[in-house]
């Protein structure tokens, strides 16, 4: 593309190529079948099932719109529940020890080493970390900076478990016997059949890791991501074909969500690993008779404690924790509870500016994906009614752009509440009421006030990350001793967000919680433990063998 041809592309569209000198400066690979530079209306990408080692098109497609400008893009599968029956055939036929195990092809825990370790080389070339970087643009937008954390997270997950690291996952235990000849040795299992579904906001990063995962430990995994971004982990399976993936382990099915359902309601999977919203996840846990593992909802809290110190540090963090991404992170900062030194230290208005400066033509600030412009507002009001409530800043509609009606598109919003009428019950419920875009609640309480402040905390009911901003040990022992999420930093530099590949990242407090991306977290998601007592002898000359 030549300078020329760039100049004339609007600069929104632009900021989407990032520091590059064009979206074509260093191509595409080979395996790649789309160019996220050139989708339009005039040059569509073209997304296909995957199932039975063989990419398809389903009967119907359907038309996506280009979050930017609502221009159809992308063309991807509409597969209804009539052409289900391939994807169960293929579920089904997956035996409950998997396709790998302990005992059973061992050696395919050293191909998925390999694999891993191929895949990672493929992401460390620059054209190949551009492609989905741009690629994740184009489908959820959100600023160069963000959609490449996502791939470098991914990759550094790949490398994380090339060699023999995908083995070590299923080291087992040992313990003596009762006598001679006896050993119990505890071993991790897989599932056999298994499926995820996974949410449009991080479309490379929430699919590889859990998708490998299930992989490593021996799983049949039957995908399914949100259509809107199922293009990325589409081409995400391509290149794990050009690596050595076989191509039976993982089916792909673009559609809606309807019909996966059906799809979960006759091939019954072992287990099924959802990520997403609390409705759906309530209802398939249902569905599927508990045979989950859940990512739900996430209203995040962060509570800065009464030592101020690096303010300026402290209020970037709760603005990146706040409205990265558009807010669009399960592990976006829903509420701030500050303590009164900082407001005193002028926290809320640092934050005011700060939000100011995020635009559209960077996407630092972008569409909503999954809640219209009317139904924030509409919240926010709803909030603004309370009685002391006030605009700290935003509230208001974007304006200048070509965003469709279907998604939403305000100003970076905060909503002060005093902490009083947040607990009241006649408040409470709209003030934890989880906003996935770029909006948050604000309060502020003084020394004496915390055990309330722990009482909100208490109260909320999902439990996924929080931050406690302080370094005062005694403070922050009291405030982790008496709270409950799963990924709590804590420190002057803690933050909701991040959720790199070097720590648990899940909630705490269901039995039906998953985490991702550690060792530990694998283990816990796609396998079970499974207990062999070996025997073998010799019987005693002397033994007694008496009726009981």
Not at 351 to 364: F, G, I
């Amino acid at each position: 593309v030549s300078r020329m041809m760039l100049q004339s592309v609007p600069c929104r569209l632009r900021a989407l190529w990032g520091p590059q000198s064009g979206p074509q400066a260093r191509g595409i690979a080979a395996w790649a079948t789309v160019d996220p530079a050139k989708l339009s209306g005039s040059q569509p990408g073209t997304v296909q099932n995957l199932v039975g080692g063989k990419w398809v098109d389903a009967k119907a497609q359907i038309t996506l719109p280009d979050p930017l400008n609502g221009e159809p893009f992308i063309l991807a599968p509409d597969t209804q529940p009539d052409e289900i029956q391939p994807f169960v055939h293929s579920l089904r036929g997956v035996p409950k020890h998997g396709l790998h195990n302990p005992y059973k092809n061992p050696e395919r825990y050293v191909l998925y080493g390999d694999v891993s370790f191929r895949v990672a080389e493929e992401m460390r070339k620059p054209k190949v970390f551009d492609f989905f970087t741009r690629l994740i643009q184009r489908v959820a937008p959100k600023s160069w900076d963000q959609a490449a954390g996502e791939v470098r997270v991914t990759r550094k997950f790949y490398e994380n478990f090339g060699g023999d690291q995908v083995r070590f996952l299923a080291r087992g235990f040992s313990n003596p016997g009762d006598h001679y000849g006896q050993m119990s040795t505890g071993v991790r299992w897989p599932y056999g059949p298994v499926a995820i579904i996974t949410p449009f906001n991080f479309p490379l990063e929430i699919p590889a890791l859990q998708l490998m995962g299930s992989l490593y430990m021996g799983n049949k995994t039957l995908l399914h991501v949100d259509r809107k971004v199922s293009i990325v982990a589409e081409q995400l399976l391509r290149l794990l074909h050009h690596c050595g993936m076989p191509k039976t382990d993982v089916d792909l099915l673009v559609g809606a969500g309807t019909t996966m359902g059906q799809v979960l309601e006759e091939a019954k999977p072992r287990s099924t690993l959802f990520t997403g919203s609390e409705r759906v996840a309530e209802r398939l846990a249902v569905q599927l008779k508990g045979k989950v593992f859940l990512e739900d909802a996430g209203f995040d809290w962060k509570v800065l404690g009464p030592d101020v110190m690096d303010v300026d540090y402290v209020a970037w963090q709760c603005d990146q924790d706040a409205y990265a991404c558009t807010g669009q992170k399960c592990s976006a900062q829903s509420i701030l509870f500050a303590h009164s030194n900082w407001t005193k230290a002028g926290l809320f208005e640092k934050l005011k500016a700060l939000a100011s400066t995020r635009k559209l033509s960077d996407l630092t600030v972008g569409p909503v994906l999954s809640w219209t412009t009317e139904a924030m507002l509409a919240h926010t009001n709803k909030l603004l009614a309370i009685p002391g409530a006030r605009l700290l800043f935003g509230g208001k509609a974007l304006t200048g752009h070509s965003i469709p009606k279907v998604y939403g598109a305000i100003e970076p919003t905060a909503v002060f509440v005093p902490l009083e009428q947040m607990l009241d019950p006649k408040h409470y419920k709209d003030c934890v009421t989880e906003v996935f875009g770029p909006f948050q609640v604000v309060t502020e309480y003084n020394t004496s006030q915390l055990p309330l402040v722990l009482h909100a905390l208490e109260s909320m009911s999902h439990h996924l990350t929080a931050a406690v901003v302080s370094n005062d040990i005694t403070f922050t022992q009291h405030v982790l001793a008496h709270t409950v999420n799963g990924t709590t930093y804590v420190g002057i530099r803690a933050r909701t967000t991040g959720a790199p590949q070097n720590h648990w990242f899940g909630p705490a407090g269901d039995p039906r919680g998953a985490g991702i991306g550690t060792p530990e977290a694998i283990r816990l998601v796609w396998s079970c433990h499974r207990e062999i007592i070996q025997d073998f002898g010799p019987v005693p000359a002397n033994v007694v063998m008496k009726t009981s």
